[in-house]
């Protein structure tokens, strides 16, 4: 018998979200206990940078571009001064590639401009970066500097908040609203490693491995897929 099956908590899938987060997460906990961001990075600016290139991009295939493009460019006054076209090719392999170097460019610019160069550990402040929304503003603040202003909401978080009934909208800041509404700020953070871990290795989009889930009986979405 495992671990999870000794310890099965009695709660439903028809039990209310607020009774069976606290469960659900404990059993990621367990699953996953190297759940961590993905993103490799040395600094602040280069977590933001290697962020924005995350948009519609794997981390994996991200972690390939960075250290090359770090040792073009080691920091945000090389980044803010190279050379378009040359940055362009750099980064193209993670999609969307002229808009990523703007937005590297500009959100470079205005670090060395505003913020001495340095990465700011303030939510407005991000968002007011070109190319920073959300996602990446409370990347940067949980991995940086440990501050859960909301809840990091990608494919995989969306995916497995609406497949385990934590919500039941569809946009990236309604479902981070309604994460932030169910669960304790200490847990924002946190939420988000274990749910990407989890999306990738069993509840993936297609084919999830139900079976194998570790909180299919808290799922109302199990063995439907």
């Avoid at 607020?18 to 993905?38: K, N, Q, Y």
């Avoid at 290139?53 to 460019?73: G, Y």
């Avoid at 090719?89 to 401009?113: D, H, M, N, P, V």
């Avoid at 070109?130 to 969306?158: F, M, P, Q, S, W």
Wanted: proline fraction near 5%; include cysteine; charged fraction near 30%.
């Amino acid at each position: 018998m495992s671990q999870f099956e000794q310890k099965r908590h009695p709660l439903t899938p028809d039990s209310p979200a607020e009774e069976r987060w606290s469960e659900i997460v404990r059993r990621l906990r367990l699953t996953h206990p190297d759940a961590r961001c993905a993103l490799d990075y040395d600094t602040p600016l280069q977590l933001l940078v290697a962020t924005i290139l995350s948009a519609q991009c794997t981390d994996e295939r991200v972690n390939k571009v960075t250290p090359v493009l770090f040792a073009r460019f080691p920091g945000a006054e090389a980044l803010a001064s190279a050379d378009r076209e040359e940055l362009e090719e750099t980064i193209r392999s993670t999609g969307f590639y002229r808009q990523k170097a703007r937005f590297i460019q500009e959100t470079s610019r205005r670090l060395l401009q505003e913020h001495d160069g340095s990465v700011p550990g303030d939510l407005e402040q991000l968002l007011a970066l070109t190319g920073v929304a959300r996602k990446t503003a409370n990347v940067v603040l949980g991995e940086i500097y440990g501050v859960a202003e909301g809840v990091v909401v990608d494919t995989h978080v969306k995916r497995l908040s609406q497949r385990l009934g934590l919500s039941e909208e569809n946009t990236p800041e309604k479902i981070e609203r309604d994460l932030m509404a169910l669960l304790p700020r200490d847990f924002w953070i946190e939420i988000s490693h274990l749910l990407i871990f989890h999306g990738r290795r069993v509840c993936r989009a297609r084919n999830p491995k139900c079976a194998d889930c570790t909180v299919n009986d808290l799922c109302p979405s199990a063995f439907l897929f």
